[in-house]
């Protein structure tokens, strides 16, 4: 259960590895070649047989993007992770690009030469990747080439076996639909879109769709897989057999027809004459080339389970708000903890996350259901290591937190009823102004948004502003998105909603997103506060002429009052924050002892005006 802090220090291959695989791209006659962080689902956290980029570079985010070339290597990534990229790349070997300033094909564009042939795997990129490289390469007389092995497989002689995780049935009390419910919604959507077929290869909409849950990516409970819905007949699931004890494939059986994984390729060349939704944004950019080549008419569209999947029906909610109760709860008896310890430097960064991940198993063991896994690695940086948005301790980069630090622990619990994700930014010892100052601003924008109000199609993208103003106003800003989807005891990063400024699909009821800004001074501390909201059903406001959306905070777990300048609070302001402290004890207190609920009452009370 619990998790690993290996040491990464010694893992930035540098020149050895690029050496190597431009012998490779030398042996094919290519100018290039493409490495993205990605699997053939479209995986943001990948099994260690997918880590590719993190083999080639040594760096170990969750998105990112290399592209070598004979004489000019490049890692791109966003702005989480500039900091952790520089800390864990040779920069030597690649330089380091900003994934969205300074996109990867544009940056391509500007050093093809005519007759340049660039290869990439057409599983790893989406056929709206390829897309753009084509353009690219076109533009130039170059050529994009899809290849038949990834250069970096051949390379690497130690590749871990792909994950044979074992598969759950998600029962009913926690779904709260039926697979074949769901498959019936999806075939009227099928219908709608003007599709006989749908390719599924996204791991949390299959496991969605047919109420499986699985083992195949630390901490996401996925399995890797892909399907074939039809709006005539049965679906098709293409899955690793070993991973169903008789039990589970009984019951898919029930619902659609089980294939191997090596079956997949012939049943999408079978899909001839069929119009097949396919979505560019997720799919192989291979199963489009094959479909088309089967005679199939492809149907862009986005996967047709990502919206019903994001709106969580009443059960999935009602075990969304159990599961903050003991995950905030946990999180109360860690603060506790922390304020104990903490101050006589007798705690690091990874003795306080393993000891919050102690809380949370035995938290969720008074309540009566078990922990089933955290929903990812821990982030528990102090002082200068909380200023690395993505940070991940390790033994030599671990930190004692210490008089006068910031404690940025961003944390999340997998139960079998809800995900949850949450940070908390704690002072040990005397704040500074300036943390405080940046501290209450950041709080600001986290109460604007808590508080927004908004019309039916209103996107993260209009959102993503409110929580930024009061940062704005002081020359101020954070690299990151404002919020992102979260499943339902399924990925803790959800789409198709997120509030930043590229989030672009509409906000609708039932989905949970987290609400985190964030403020981080380079070699020194971070600052972000997180709770996760549920969009609620549209309300008539007073003497409007709308019904207005409007957020449910889900967390329960108290702010640090030690960093809230009161006097930058208006009174709107402070009374959502006494509001919302009022409800901890109630919701929390039956999990506390006498202590931990002592420690929560001051921790909770009214914030001075």
């Known amino acids: 259960m619990f998790q690993s802090f290996d040491d990464r220090s010694g893992t930035r291959p540098g020149t050895a590895r690029l050496a190597a695989l431009r012998g490779a791209l030398s042996a094919e006659g290519l100018a290039g070649f493409i490495v993205p962080h990605s699997d053939e689902h479209r995986s943001e956290y990948l099994p260690p047989s997918a880590m590719r980029l993190a083999w080639l570079t040594g760096f170990s985010g969750s998105a ?7 004489d000019e290597a490049a890692l791109f990534v966003d702005g989480r992770y500039t900091l952790q990229a520089a800390a864990e790349v040779d920069t030597a070997a690649f330089s380091i690009a900003h994934l969205v300033e300074n996109p990867p094909h544009k940056w391509l564009a500007a ?50 076996a792909p994950p044979l995780g074992a598969v759950r049935l998600h029962p009913l009390a926690c779904a709260g639909e039926s697979s074949s419910v769901k498959l019936d919604r999806l075939r009227a ?24 849950r699985g083992a195949d990516i630390p901490h996401n409970p996925v399995v890797l897989s892909n399907a074939i819905l039809r709006r005539e007949g049965r679906p098709s699931l293409f899955i690793d057999g070993r991973k169903l ?42 199963i489009r080339r094959i479909v088309e080549e089967a005679g199939a008419t492809v149907v862009e ?19 969304a708000r159990r599961a903050h109760i003991r995950d905030g709860a946990a999180m109360v008896r860690f603060l506790v903890w922390l304020d104990r310890e903490a101050p006589a430097g007798a705690v690091d960064e990874i003795a306080a996350a393993e000891a919050l991940e102690r809380f ?35 033994r030599s980069s671990n930190r004692r937190l210490e008089p006068g630090f910031l404690y940025l622990v961003d944390s999340g619990g997998q139960y079998r009823d809800g995900t949850t994700d949450i940070t908390r930014t704690v002072a040990i010892g005397e704040p500074s102004a300036e943390m405080r100052d940046r501290f209450t601003r950041v709080l600001k924008g986290h109460i604007a948004m808590a508080t927004a109000r908004f019309p039916a199609g ?136 006498q202590n931990e609920r002592r420690w929560l009452e001051e921790a909770a009370a009214p914030v001075a005006g």
């Open 64 to 70: 990112g993007m290399a592209i070598v070339l004979r």
């Open 301 to 319: 569209g986005a996967d047709p389970v990502l919206v019903p999947k994001s709106r969580k029906n009443a059960v999935e909610l009602e075990g």
């Open 111 to 160: 050093r093809l030469r005519p007759g340049d042939r660039i290869g990439y795997d057409p599983w790893l990129l989406t056929a709206a990747e390829a897309a753009r490289f084509n353009d690219a390469c076109a533009a130039a007389n170059a050529h994009l080439v899809p290849l038949s092995a990834n250069l970096i497989d051949t390379l690497w002689t130690d590749r871990p």
């Open 458 to 593: 209103t996107t993260g993208a209009h959102l993503d502003a409110f929580a930024r103003r009061a940062l704005w106003e002081a020359g101020l800003d954070y690299d990151h998105g404002t919020g992102h989807g979260v499943g339902s005891f399924l990925s803790v990063h959800e789409g198709p909603a997120r509030i930043a400024r590229t989030g672009h699909a509409p906000l609708e009821p039932g989905m949970i997103l987290s609400n985190e800004p964030g403020f981080y001074k380079p070699h020194a501390w971070g600052i972000r506060i997180e709770n996760l909201v549920v969009v609620t059903e549209p309300k008539p406001v007073a003497g409007g002429d709308r019904a207005m959306l409007a957020f449910e905070t889900l967390t329960l777990c108290p702010i640090d009052r030690r960093l809230i300048d009161a006097t930058m609070l208006g009174p709107d302001e402070r009374a959502w924050l006494d509001a919302y402290h009022a409800r901890l004890a109630p919701a929390l207190g039956h999990l506390l002892d």
């Open 189 to 212: 959507l099928l219908a709608e879109s003007k599709a006989d077929a749908a390719v599924l290869t996204l791991a949390d909409s299959i496991a969605w769709t047919f109420n499986i």
């Open 245 to 286: 004890a008789n039990a589970v494939r009984a019951e898919l059986d029930a619902v659609a027809d089980i294939f191997e994984p090596a079956d997949f390729i012939a049943a999408l060349a079978r899909l001839r004459n069929m119009r097949v939704l396919v979505d560019p944004q997720t799919a192989p950019a291979a």
């Open 360 to 394: 949370r198993a035995d938290t969720a063991e008074r309540d009566g259901t078990p922990l089933e896994d955290i929903s990812f690695d821990t982030i528990s940086g102090a002082g200068p290591n909380g200023a690395i948005v993505h940070y991940r301790v390790t």
